[in-house]
Antibody, heavy 118, light 107 residues
Framework: QGQLVESGGGVVQPGRSLRLSCAAS????????AHWLRQGPGGGLDWVAA????????YYADSVKGRFYISRDDSKNTLFLQMNSLRPEDTAVYYC???????????WGQGALVIVSS | DIQMTQSPSSLPASLGDRVTITCRAS??????LNWYQQKPGKAPKLLIY???NLHSGVPSRFSGSGSGSDFTLTISSLQPEDFATYYC?????????FGGGTRVEIK
């Protein structure tokens, strides 16, 4: 059975960077588009970024555009989120998710907690 | 951006109850509407996609309906494992957006 496992979360100071990874096992991640989402302390779900299955296009929420970058390494069956210039409001649990068709989130990782605080 | 509004935000219910959750989009989204279930400390799980299509492995007591801007998620007979928070999400246009969630709790 397929699985997604996030790593790379932690506590970071404002203005610093962090890179999240999402390793897929049991299936080929390159058959899917993929997304990063987050859930802040208030509990709401927010979409962060998406990448097409062939990495041809990337898409970002306005709140992270120019600071966060999504990428994938199909040789490692892994999705990444490079987060730069982090702000306290980026504090959240970050999830990766697969997308079999048209911007829905079929399978999710367990989440990685990112805390941005001085 | 397309705003998604769920109601109610909290829904006390008993085992065996028929439960209905409503989701309204700020514009027409055809049937590009998906529903997720989330339990505390866990990632959300896809329940329904395309407004009414049951995701693999989801019990048939869950159903979805609607098109345009008004949608509903119905649980025909509430089971113990159904106490959770439910979110709608539009996949019509980016940015992809979610409703605020409906917490189904024990009455």
């Amino acid at each position: 059975q397929g699985q997604l496992v996030e790593s790379g979360g932690g506590v970071v100071q404002p203005g610093r960077s962090l890179r999240l990874s999402c390793a897929a096992s049991g299936f080929n991640l390159n058959n899917y588009a993929a997304h990063w989402l987050r859930q802040g302390p208030g509990g709401g779900l927010d979409w962060v970024a998406a990448i097409e299955h062939d990495a041809e296009n990337e898409y970002y929420a306005d709140s992270v555009k120019g600071r966060f970058y999504i990428s994938r390494d199909d040789s490692k069956n892994t999705l990444f989120l490079q987060m730069n210039s982090l702000r306290p409001e980026d504090t959240a649990v970050y999830y990766c998710a697969t997308d079999p068709l048209n911007d829905l989130f079929e399978y999710w990782g367990q989440g990685a907690l990112v805390i941005v605080s001085s | 951006d397309i705003q998604m509004t769920q109601s109610p935000s909290s829904l006390p219910a008993s085992l065996g109850d028929r439960v209905t959750i409503t989701c309204r989009a700020s514009q027409s989204i055809d049937t590009y509407l998906n529903w997720y279930q989330q339990k505390p400390g866990k990632a959300p799980k896809l329940l329904i996609y395309g407004a009414f299509n049951l995701h693999s492995g989801v019990p048939s007591r869950f159903s979805g309906s609607g098109s345009g801007s008004d949608f509903t998620l119905t649980i025909s007979s509430l089971q113990p494992e159904d106490f959770a928070t439910y979110y709608c999400q539009q996949s019509y246009d980016k940015p992809l957006t979610f409703g605020g969630g409906t917490r189904v709790e024990i009455k």
